[in-house]
């Protein structure tokens, strides 16, 4: 079983950066590809990153190219870096742990997760 965490969402104006952390506590990450996900008010979950279990592997949304970073940090702390923050941007942000499945067309999916944080609120002001 694995319980996850996500922290350093808040209220940041656009151009802004925020770091999100994901915390694994019960099990470690070592071996879950991770994935974090948003959900805008009034909208569907929808993919933003994922990286592979083995690290050799990053995927990110067209919308976040080059502006978000997903890195793990250690066996239990996965984050993700966002810098040049968009209103458009705002949402709760979710991260995810999935023990099987690889690849972009997997990882971009909800389903193939195991186990969900209660995520965290991230707000760009414009």
């Known amino acids: 079983q694995v319980q996850l965490v996500e922290s350093g969402g808040g209220l940041v104006q656009a151009g802004d950066s925020l770091r999100l952390s994901c915390a694994a506590s019960g099990r470690t990450f070592s071996s879950y590809a991770v994935g974090w996900f948003r959900q805008a008010s009034g909208k569907e979950r929808e993919f933003v990153a994922a990286?592979?279990?083995?690290?050799?592997?990053t995927y990110y949304a067209d919308s976040v190219k080059g502006r978000f970073t997903i890195s793990r940090d250690n066996a239990k702390n996965t984050g993700l870096q966002m810098n040049s923050l968009k209103p458009e941007d705002t949402a709760v942000y979710y991260c995810a742990a999935a023990l099987t499945g690889n690849g972009f067309g997997t990882l971009q999916r909800p389903e193939p997760y195991d186990y969900w944080g209660q995520g965290t609120q991230v707000t760009v002001s414009s």
């Open positions: 990286i592979s279990w083995n690290d050799y592997n």
